[in-house]
């Protein structure tokens, strides 16, 4: 199958799995920024997406994507260090051009994944996993009280500190990413290429930017977060 | 006015493939500014002969940047730092400085095994456009220029693709020893002409298929390719490959 045994499949695999993970981070991060206005409405969000065969299945679906990316990912290291061989040059000279984080994709990836196992044990532990093995006060709150778990997580400032460190690894992992997505796809030319490196830059640039403010926001300020009235909301569900 | 310099050549000997080579030094006294690069190694070689040394072992054709001969890896740079868009052949001893050591090392990638020095095996290169890098169509008696339209712009772009050399120092400065700034710029050149378009799919399927097989690795766009080829072959070509690989890939 070309997927697998061709080089620009295996690059669309990387591709189609990576664009798919930018979609899933930006949901993610929009979803964040609702607990900054309403603590209520967050937490509304967190039982929609508890543990209902939906939301398994949807989590089922990202680790797979998750799994695929970092397989390939490592798959792609290692032809590409063998056909690099074994040499290297006594000196090299590294053009301008050429982006320091497109030279670090795995590294980058790494902090990513260790980031993702705090993250998977600090939230998804004791939310989801919490359901569905029925043990709902598994890290002393409610299941879906994701909030609370968000004051108790962001207070603690080496886990505060851990989060910037992984947001800071994903923006760099994306403004290569995001264009070279599209490269692969075959979706860039003379023009295209300038406004794929344009749209990644300031995309990845405000995604991580609301990352990164909510778990400020948590770190520094917990009193002033999630204050407004859940029923005032425009969406609130009467 | 031309002046004189001094510098030591640091080169890479390695006596074959297998062998694990190392670096010699030679003193290089009172070469004129705008002698070539290469012309500055022939000099040193003459040296070498007559100190009763092996000369130093390294490509080269044309001497004027068109043949795509000539390889070395010079200060950590294909091609050395010439000015935009040359090969090592068009490198001049006005780009270094008095005393300076310049290193020359071989392109090093699985796929061009060393034959001597810094004279390394291209062939893989012959065998990507063997498999594809063609039309087969038969042309018959020449036909009027005007007979088949082609807009202004793809016959430039077409051009320059074409330009391309295949000197593989595309290869030599990808840290994935990938070969796809050259194989673009083979399927592009035909990929944009009319004239190509029939067997565009085939040949593209053909030519990956040849590069994956002969051990070069997968692209990850870091763009170190085209900041150092010599004809200025940009990574929009990649792009079209990709295109016209994927296309004719879903098609099948
Ligand atoms: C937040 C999670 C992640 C997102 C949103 C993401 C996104 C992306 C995107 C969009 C690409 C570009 C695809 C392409 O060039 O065709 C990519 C490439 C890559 N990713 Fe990830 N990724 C994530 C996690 C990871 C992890 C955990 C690893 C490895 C352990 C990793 C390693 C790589 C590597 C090696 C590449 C190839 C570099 C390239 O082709 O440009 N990524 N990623
Ligand atoms: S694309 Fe440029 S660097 Fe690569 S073989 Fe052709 S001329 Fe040389
Ligand atoms: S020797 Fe022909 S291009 Fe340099």
Same mark, same amino acid.
């Given at each position: 199958m070309w997927l697998f045994n061709s080089s620009i499949g295996r690059k669309l695999i990387m591709s189609v799995t990576g664009i798919a993970l930018v979609l899933f981070v930006t949901f993610h991060g929009c979803m964040n920024v609702v607990a900054l206005i309403s603590g209520e409405a967050y937490n509304t969000i967190c039982t929609l997406l508890g543990s209902n065969w939906y939301a398994i299945a949807a989590t089922t679906g990202l680790a797979a994507l998750v799994v695929i990316h970092i397989i390939y990912a490592f798959i792609l290291t290692v032809q590409n260090r063998k056909a690099r061989g074994n040499n290297k040059y006594a000196v090299t000279d590294k053009p301008e051009k050429v982006e320091w984080a497109s030279q670090n994709m795995l590294v980058l990836g790494i902090i990513v994944v260790l980031g993702l196992l705090l993250h998977l044990f600090n939230f998804w532990y004791n939310m989801m996993f919490a359901e569905i093995i029925g043990n709902p006060m598994q890290g002393g709150f409610e299941p879906t009280d994701g909030f609370s778990y968000m004051k108790q997580t962001f207070g603690n400032p080496i886990f505060s500190c851990l989060y910037i460190i992984w947001l800071v690894a994903i923006w760099f992992h994306l403004t290569h990413g995001m264009w070279s997505a599209m490269q692969t796809l075959g979706l860039s030319g003379h023009v295209w290429f300038n406004r794929w490196k344009c749209i990644g830059q300031v995309w990845s640039t405000i995604i991580i930017a609301l990352f990164l403010l909510v778990v400020l926001a948590f770190w520094f300020c917990p009193d002033c977060v999630g204050q407004c009235d859940f029923k005032l909301l425009p969406f609130a569900v009467k | 006015?031309? #002046? *004189? $310099? *001094? &510098?030591t050549i640091k080169f890479w000997k390695q006596n074959g493939p297998k062998? #694990?080579?190392? +670096? @010699?030094t030679h003193d290089l006294k009172n070469i004129p500014d705008d002698t070539s690069f290469l012309e500055a190694l022939d000099i040193m070689n003459e040296e070498l002969i007559a100190a009763g040394k092996e000369p130093f072992v390294f490509d080269h054709d044309c001497? @004027?940047? =068109?043949?795509?001969?000539? !390889? $070395?890896? =010079? *200060?950590? %740079?294909?091609h050395g730092k010439t000015e935009r868009g040359a090969t090592t052949c068009q490198l001049y001893m006005r780009r270094f400085k008095e005393g300076e %050591? =310049? %290193?020359v090392e071989p392109w090093r990638s699985a796929g061009f095994p060393v034959i001597k020095d810094c004279m390394v095996d291209r062939t893989a290169f012959d065998k990507i456009i063997q498999a594809g890098g063609y039309t087969t169509v038969r042309t018959g008696a020449p036909q009027d220029a005007n007979a088949i339209l082609i807009p202004k712009q793809d016959a430039d772009e077409a051009m320059d693709c074409a330009s391309c050399i295949g000197c593989g120092a595309c290869v030599a400065a990808c840290k994935n020893g990938s070969?796809? $700034? +050259? &194989? !673009? !710029? #083979?399927? !592009?050149? $035909?990929?944009?002409l009319p004239q190509g378009r029939p067997e565009a799919a085939k040949r593209a399927k053909a030519m990956v298929a040849k590069m994956d097989e002969l051990g070069f690795g997968n692209c990850t766009n870091t763009r170190a390719c085209e900041a150092v080829c010599p004809k200025c072959e940009t990574i929009a070509n990649i792009a079209r490959l990709n295109r016209e690989f994927i296309k004719a890939k879903l098609a099948d």
């Open positions: - | 006015m031309a #002046k *004189n $310099l *001094n &510098v062998d #694990k080579g190392h +670096f @010699e001497r @004027e940047g =068109i043949c795509g001969m000539c !390889s $070395l890896y =010079i *200060n950590g %740079t294909p %050591t =310049i %290193t070969a796809m $700034l +050259f &194989v !673009s !710029s #083979k399927v !592009s050149q $035909l990929a944009l």
